[in-house]
């Protein structure tokens, strides 16, 4: 039965509440039991409904927050993978998005504080799966063993899976990644697919879905020189918005963004519905959320390599430069590990060599979103634009390199696909 729910919110919430009170009811009804004790995790509105249903509390109209937020359809996409800390942060706002979008002075988002970078697991666990960065290319390496599935998660996520809409673009962003664009959020263009679609879907049924190709990174400042150079000079990337920031504030947004502050990137077409539009990007809050994206990098990331704690992590090897060739990111379940020659004891230097190099790219590099406004390409410019500046940087020999590559890699799906045809024709005689 929840497998049939598992891609409409409102149907499995009504679901989840119908369920609740009525095992609520069972309790009170064959219990000595007097009182119920709710933990809502920040999710107060199902709390509510399920009192109210058991005739416990009087009607009211809470949801997330104070206030009215029975109609927030709207928010900001930079928060999709941190929405614990997005609740917290505006759990003193009036109606949304009147409250931010109206007067963008009348509301502002609380301050941070170490309740946002609260961890769910202990700093070795986090050095198991991080390692012990001595470099920004080792710091590349752990993102791209994210996006491999390789290692659980990031620092940025509150989620450890990826999603599956993420699949359709997983091979671009690992590229990203791997030339220094370090992405933390992202989508796929998405031009009417049905509103049930297993991967991209939601709403409910009978509804069409619509989204705008994005990604949020961050990168060096030379990175962003190369992408802005690129943006700014030439044509062939007009579709795209973009707004970069540092952590000292120095900005750059396209005049797109400078004109039209909000930019819807998702919505959807329900009969009988007004259009719904869940996330957009905001360039103000897109200001605010900058200070906690920088911050995870010193708090939740920089924090784990306590200095002083000199302990030796079972299948954790010592990442000097020449291991790190051999193996971009120490894992204790890695089939690279059988390459490790040594186990050592993490020491002092090696723990300020991290902290050391996270505290660079938090304090130089960019914090960087774009959007490709035209959702009807199949194609799409957004990515294409990251393959350029990889292009622009590589010398003939790895031009040539990767020309091959890509000839063996396409011969192979040649005759796999070739293969594949047979087998079908095969049991098509059969059938026969």
Same mark, same amino acid.
């Given at each position: ?7 409409? =919110? ?30 809502? !995790? ?11 249903? !058991? ?6 109209? !809470? ?32 109606? &949304?998005? $009147? ?12 301050? %941070? ?9 202990? $700093? ?43 699949? &359709? ?19 796929? /263009? ?36 190369? *992408? ?53 990007? =905001? ?14 990098? %010193? /708090? ?10 000199? +302990? /030796? ?31 050592? /004891?993490? $020491?002092?230097? +090696? &723990?300020?060599?991290?902290? +050391? ?9 960019? *914090? ?5 406004? =035209? ?37 192979? %799906?040649?005759?796999?696909? !070739? ?9 098509? *005689?059969?059938?026969?």
């Amino acid at each position: 039965e929840l497998e049939k729910l598992k891609d409409n =919110d409102e149907m499995l919430r009504s679901y989840g509440v119908e369920m609740s009170s009525r095992e609520c009811k069972k309790i009170l009804k064959v219990s000595k039991v007097k009182a119920l004790h709710f933990v809502t !995790l920040n999710l107060i509105s199902s709390v509510v409904n399920i009192t109210q249903k !058991l005739k416990i509390a009087k009607k009211v109209n !809470l949801l997330h927050w104070k206030g009215s937020r029975q109609e927030d359809e709207v928010r900001p996409i930079f928060w999709a993978h941190r929405q614990s800390s997005y609740v917290t942060r505006t759990a003193d706002w009036d109606e &949304f998005p $009147n409250g931010r979008w109206g007067d963008s002075q009348s509301a502002a988002y609380g301050d %941070l504080s170490d309740n946002y970078f609260l961890r769910k697991r202990n $700093n070795r666990e986090l050095i198991r799966e991080w390692g012990v960065p001595q470099s920004e290319q080792d710091i590349r390496d752990v993102f791209v063993k994210y996006m491999q599935g390789e290692i659980k998660s990031l620092p940025w996520c509150d989620e450890s899976a990826l999603s599956g809409e993420t699949s &359709f673009i997983s091979e671009d962003l690992i590229w990203m990644n791997r030339d220094g664009f370090l992405t933390i959020n992202s989508q796929p /263009t998405v031009n009417g697919a049905p509103s049930d679609d297993p991967y991209v879907g939601w709403g409910g049924e009978n509804g069409y879905v619509f989204q705008k190709s994005y990604v949020e990174f961050f990168c060096s400042p030379e990175n962003w020189e190369k *992408l802005k150079n690129i943006l700014t000079k030439t044509n062939e990337f007009k579709s795209l918005s973009y707004h970069a920031i540092s952590f000292d504030g120095d900005q750059y947004k396209d005049s797109r963004s400078e004109l039209q502050r909000v930019n819807a990137v998702t919505w959807g077409v329900f009969p009988g519905r007004e259009i719904i539009q869940p996330t957009v990007v =905001d360039t103000e809050s897109f200001v605010t959320w900058k200070e906690e994206a920088f911050d995870i990098w %010193l /708090t939740a990331w920089a924090s784990i390599y306590q200095e002083g704690e000199n +302990e /030796t992590l079972e299948g954790y090897s010592s990442l000097s430069e020449d291991n790190l060739r051999s193996s971009p990111t120490v894992l204790p379940t890695s089939p690279l590990q059988s390459r490790m020659q040594s186990f050592s /004891t993490i $020491n002092n230097e +090696e &723990f300020s060599k991290a902290r +050391e190099t996270i505290q660079k790219i938090h304090d130089t590099w960019y *914090l960087v979103n774009i959007v490709d406004n =035209d959702y009807t390409s199949e194609g799409g410019h957004l990515f294409r634009l990251f393959k350029r500046v990889a292009f622009d940087n590589m010398s003939r020999e790895k031009l040539r390199d990767l020309v091959q590559n890509m000839y063996e890699e396409n011969s192979t %799906l040649r005759l796999q696909l !070739l293969k594949a045809k047979a087998e079908i024709e095969k049991l098509k *005689l059969k059938k026969l």
